[in-house]
Structure formats: structure tokens, C-alpha cells
């Protein structure tokens, strides 16, 4: 059973969730988040730490972006996009267990003290950002560090706030080359 409770979207997520592990879920409800639910997720947070697992687009996004302020320490999993994906439609409920599980060996931390290990520049001389196959490679080194997608500021965020060490960037990036 994992000690940390899972803040997933809906309940077709917590099926998904179940498929691969025991965990408990608290449901979103979408971005309605009622008055209830936050006080549930804040008192799991308090308990036993949370880890959010929203679904890998703009809505999903929102969510995490809300509450990741609300609840700092949360601890943050990613489904990349093209694991959470099947009958034209996105989300945790589309991912396979193997999915889920690798995204939960990936938990990150937000930082309270950000380095500035990187800038914008490691962002155009890895072909992150002002080539037409940037997104594809964001994506793609998203999944193997565990930070998700995001546009190029976001992208940079995440490397600088989540902890992201130089030689993991570097590891990282190597094998996406190969």
C-alpha cells in the first residue's frame, strides 16, 4: 500500500490507479474542487502526504498548478501524454498500470529554494526550444525525468524547481539522441 494518498482527477483515474497498486484516492471532481474535497486533501496532506497525479492536459494542468500552491510539498507524478492516450481521448484512466507505476517510481518534490542550474539557453542548445521538433523533444525528456510536458518556461520551471541535477539532464538527454 502506498503510504502517500493519490489526488487524481475522477473515478474512472482511482480504477486506473487501482489496476496498478494499492492506494487510496481522493477525486478532484474535475476543477470544481468543493470546499469538502480540499479539506480532505488537506487533511491527507497533513496525515500522509499527497501526491498529485492529474491527467496530462490543459485542465489536468490547471489542477496541478492550483493545488501545488495550495499543498507545496506535495509530491508530483506524471503520465506523459502518449502513455495516457487511447480511444482519442487523454487522461490516468486511458493509462496502462505500467504507466501509472513508472510515473509513481518518478515522484518529484517541489523545491522551496529553486537552483538556477538551468536557463534558457540549455533550452535552445539541447533543441528544447526554437526548432520544429522542440515540443516532441520536451516531451519526450519530460517522461524519462518524471516532470511532464509543458511549454518552454514551464519546462524550465519544472528542471529548476523539481530538483533536476545536471548530470540527470545530461544522462537524459543522451538517451533520448540514441
Known amino acids: 500500500m502506498l503510504k502517500e494518498v ?8 482511482t480504477v486506473a490507479i ?9 477525486e478532484t471532481g474535475g476543477f470544481t474542487l468543493a470546499p469538502y474535497t480540499l479539506k480532505q486533501i488537506e487533511a491527507a496532506y497533513k496525515r ?28 508530483q507524478a506524471f503520465v ?6 487511447a480511444n482519442n481521448d487523454v487522461g490516468i484512466e486511458q493509462a ?16 522551496y529554494r529553486p537552483k538556477a542550474e538551468f536557463t534558457i539557453m540549455d533550452m535552445f542548445q539541447n533543441g528544447l526550444s526554437g526548432s520544429p521538433a522542440a515540443s516532441a523533444r520536451r516531451d519526450a525528456l519530460g517522461a524519462k525525468l518524471g516532470i511532464g510536458y509543458g511549454n518552454v518556461k514551464r519546462f524550465l520551471e519544472r528542471l529548476n ?5 545536471r548530470e540527470e539532464f545530461c544522462k ?4 533520448l539522441d540514441n
Open 6 to 13: 493519490l489526488v487524481v482527477e475522477g473515478k474512472m483515474d
Open 18 to 26: 487501482r489496476r496498478a497498486l494499492e492506494a487510496d484516492t481522493i
Open 48 to 75: 500522509r502526504g499527497i501526491i498529485i497525479l492529474t491527467d496530462p492536459d490543459g485542465a489536468g494542468e490547471r489542477i496541478r498548478s492550483f493545488l501545488t500552491k495550495r499543498f507545496p510539498e506535495a509530491g
Open 80 to 85: 506523459p501524454k502518449l502513455k495516457a492516450t
Open 96 to 111: 496502462e498500470p505500467e504507466a501509472i507505476l513508472e510515473a509513481l517510481a518518478k515522484v518529484r518534490h517541489h523545491e
Open 161 to 165: 524547481h523539481y530538483g533536476v541535477t
Open 172 to 175: 537524459a538527454l543522451e538517451n
